[in-house]
């Protein structure tokens, strides 16, 4: 198996855990934080989402994000051109928590647009450097990164699923 092929199964299987950790929540449970200093499960997808659109779409692409693209920021009244990336607990505390179907609207259209590169990507491009003059950083290894910062915050995601719900059978 090519590890292109790789990424890509690690990335579909990842969207299928996300959606069995989100579904059946209610808003309030995806609002939910278990301390002023702790994200909700709100607050993580939408950071898995800004996070992989940035390097898709930007970075990889060198194209506009669809958080700007197609009005997403707008939609979810989150904070422009920001990803969540190292928040101190007064922006936590000040971030708008957006409807979780319109997140989960804004993180498949970004998850969809990442499957459909990898789809068409060239194995031989992973090794490119999609911004030499400011990362040294192929293709493929932000992909990976990415992949498994993915899981670490659909884990986070079933974790605060689970202290609210239990075994939730």
């Not at 590890?3 to 990335?11: Q, V």
């Not at 299928?16 to 499960?41: F, H, M, R």
């Not at 609207?105 to 789809?119: I, M, P």
Request: with cysteine; net charge negative; proline share 4%.
């Amino acid at each position: 198996m090519e590890a292109k092929e790789l990424i890509l199964r690690s990335l579909e299987q990842s969207q299928g855990y996300v959606t069995k950790a989100l579904d059946g929540l209610t808003q309030e449970e995806a609002a939910w934080s278990p301390g002023a200093e702790c994200n909700c499960i709100a607050f993580i997808l939408w950071h898995i989402a800004r996070v992989e659109d940035f390097f898709v779409n930007r970075v990889i692409q060198r194209k506009d994000q669809l958080y700007e693209a197609e009005g997403w920021r707008e939609r979810l009244g989150t904070p422009a051109k920001e990803t969540g990336y190292q928040y101190t607990a007064e922006q936590l505390q000040a971030w708008p928590v957006p409807k979780l179907e319109l997140l989960r609207g804004y993180a498949d259209s970004v998850r969809e647009r990442t499957l459909a590169l990898l789809k068409q990507l060239a194995s031989e491009k992973l090794s490119e450097l999609p911004r030499p003059d400011r990362s040294p950083d192929s293709i493929g290894a932000i992909l990976c990164r990415m992949s498994t910062e993915t899981a670490l915050h659909i884990g986070q995601i079933a974790y605060l699923r689970g202290v609210q719900r239990g075994l939730d059978k």
